[in-house]
T-cell receptor, first 117, second 110 residues
Framework: GAVVSQHPSRVICKSGTSVKIECRSLDFQATTMFWYRQFPKQSLMLMATSNEGSKATYEQGVEKDKFLINHASLTLSTLTVTSAHPEDSSFYIC?????????????FGPGTRLTVT | GQSLEQPSEVTAVEGAIVQINCTYQTSGFYGLSWYQQHDGGAPTFLSYNALDGLEETGRFSSFLSRSDSYGYLLLQELQMKDSASYFCAVRDRGNTPLVFGKGTRLSVIA
């Protein structure tokens, strides 16, 4: 149980285009989803927190107009990287938390590797 | 905010025991978690300590001392497949997200 999927697993896009990444909780309802970004050989950095039906809360330094997060249902959150640039190339990982014990536990998706050329 | 310190790299021999330490500073504390991440993969949950003491799960054990703001992950009978990055992570309240340390890259050698 507690499976989180992400799609796509890898994406290559051209500079200036937008990319949408989907994160789904497959067997539980995710009341909260978190988006992390990880550069090579670095730690996971929290980008934003989203609660179903509410606007996302972004961490300091993360541009909310560039990284659009939508959490429209209890099983789906999307991250759209708008006008992507090479410096946005990174590993994006979503994490979900839901109404199941232990209630604090976060379940991680497999990640999406974005390459902007 | 929170900050976590852990060694950047550790090398150990196959079959040996290795300990990865983590010290943290956080305004509140809602447990210390450990995650494993292989190159190119997502982090996978290893253990969680909310109370002081040792938690054992197979070859892996995790320890917490809340008074010292310190914990460690102990890996026994090391195998080559244990070569990965290991992250400690904390949250300051039950409904706040995990904040990760910078990770310790473990290399297991023959």
């Amino acid at each position: 149980g507690a499976v989180v999927s992400q799609h796509p697993s890898r994406v290559i896009c051209k500079s200036g285009t937008s990319v949408k990444i989907e994160c789904r909780s497959l067997d539980f309802q995710a009341t909260t989803m978190f988006w992390y970004r990880q550069f090579p050989k670095q730690s996971l950095m929290l980008m934003a927190t989203s609660n179903e039906g509410s606007k996302a809360t972004y961490e300091q330094g993360v541009e909310k107009d560039k990284f659009l997060i939508n959490h429209a249902s209890l099983t789906l959150s999307t991250l759209t990287v708008t006008s992507a640039h090479p410096e946005d190339s990174s590993f994006y990982i979503c994490s979900a938390r839901g109404l199941r014990y232990p209630f604090h536990e976060q379940y991680f998706g497999p990640g999406t590797r974005l390459t902007v050329t | 905010g929170q900050s976590l310190e852990q060694p950047s790299e550790v090398t150990a021999v196959e079959g040996a025991i290795v300990q990865i330490n983590c010290t943290y500073q956080t305004s509140g504390f809602y447990g210390l978690s450990w995650y494993q991440q292989h190159d190119g993969g997502a982090p996978t949950f290893l253990s969680y300590n909310a109370l002081d003491g040792l938690e054992e799960t197979g070859r892996f054990s995790s320890f917490l001392s809340r008074s010292d703001s310190y914990g460690y992950l102990l890996l026994q009978e090391l195998q080559m497949k244990d070569s990965a990055s290991y992250f400690c992570a904390v949250r300051d309240r039950g409904n706040t997200p995990l904040v990760f340390g910078k990770g310790t890259r473990l290399s297991v050698i023959a």
